[in-house]
T-cell receptor, first 112, second 114 residues
Framework: GENVEQHPSTLSVQEGDSAVIKCTYSDSASNYFPWYKQELGKGPQLIIDIRSNVGEKKDQRIAVTLNKTAKHFSLHITETQPEDSAVYFC???????????FGKGTRLSVIA | EPEVTQTPSHQVTQMGQEVILRCVPISNHLYFYWYRQILGQKVEFLVSFYNNEISEKSEIFDDQFSVERPDGSNFTLKIRSTKLEDSAMYFCAGKGAAPTGELFFGEGSRLTVL
């Protein structure tokens, strides 16, 4: 089955700097790669996703890149703000009802 | 904005007791899931449910677990005889008809088994 590895497990950045979180996946059949943000005591919330027919997607300060050949995808957050502090999870899945497989999460701390 | 609602938010139970966690999915969702997150660890898939039956389950989802959607709205997860290692945050999630549509999570039910 699918296996998703995520790095780093913790990341501290100064406010205004960029943050990058990287994930790799194992199943070449996976074609959907969402990123979730989990704030303390809450459920994961989708922040951005990318499908295998594109290499990059951007939404304001957040961008995701996908390299299908290398089976890795990354989350980029620019101009970080304290409210970006949370745990971020990458996930991989394929079409239909196949459940998402999550990475272990990255705890991002943005220091003001 | 529609949301997935879970109850209880926190339940403390004795080992061996039965627990039922409840979820009210978004009304137009068709696929339903339970995920588990042990403190500080990743979100793990337990079971998926579609068209009133289990469509897939993980190794974690053994005979002690069951799910049902008896009245077409509430989606429940039952743990028949809880163990210490069942202590975790349990998330209900759902999505609509699109093959890779967004998965919406509830805020979770924290289960503590003593």
């Amino acid at each position: 089955g699918e296996n998703v590895e995520q790095h780093p497990s913790t990341l501290s950045v100064q406010e205004g700097d960029s943050a990058v979180i990287k994930c790799t996946y194992s199943d070449s059949a996976s074609n959907y790669f969402p990123w979730y943000k989990q704030e303390l005591g809450k459920g994961p919330q989708l922040i951005i996703d990318i499908r295998s027919n594109v290499g990059e997607k951007k939404d304001q300060r957040i961008a995701v890149t996908l390299n299908k050949t290398a089976k890795h995808f990354s989350l980029h957050i620019t101009e970080t703000q304290p409210e970006d502090s949370a745990v971020y999870f990458c996930a991989a899945g394929s079409s239909g009802n196949t459940p998402l497989v999550f990475g272990k999460g990255t705890r991002l701390s943005v220091i003001a | 904005e529609p949301e997935v609602t879970q109850t209880p938010s926190h339940q403390v139970t004795q080992m061996g007791q039965e627990v039922i966690l409840r979820c009210v999915p978004i009304s137009n969702h068709l696929y339903f899931y339970w995920y588990r997150q042990i403190l500080g660890q990743k979100v793990e898939f337990l079971v998926s449910f579609y068209n009133n039956e289990i469509s897939e389950k993980s190794e974690i989802f053994d005979d002690q677990f069951s799910v049902e959607r008896p009245d077409g709205s509430n989606f429940t997860l039952k743990i028949r005889s809880t163990k210490l290692e069942d202590s975790a945050m349990y998330f209900c999630a759902g999505k609509g008809a699109a093959p890779t549509g967004e998965l919406f999570f509830g805020e979770g039910s924290r289960l503590t088994v003593l």
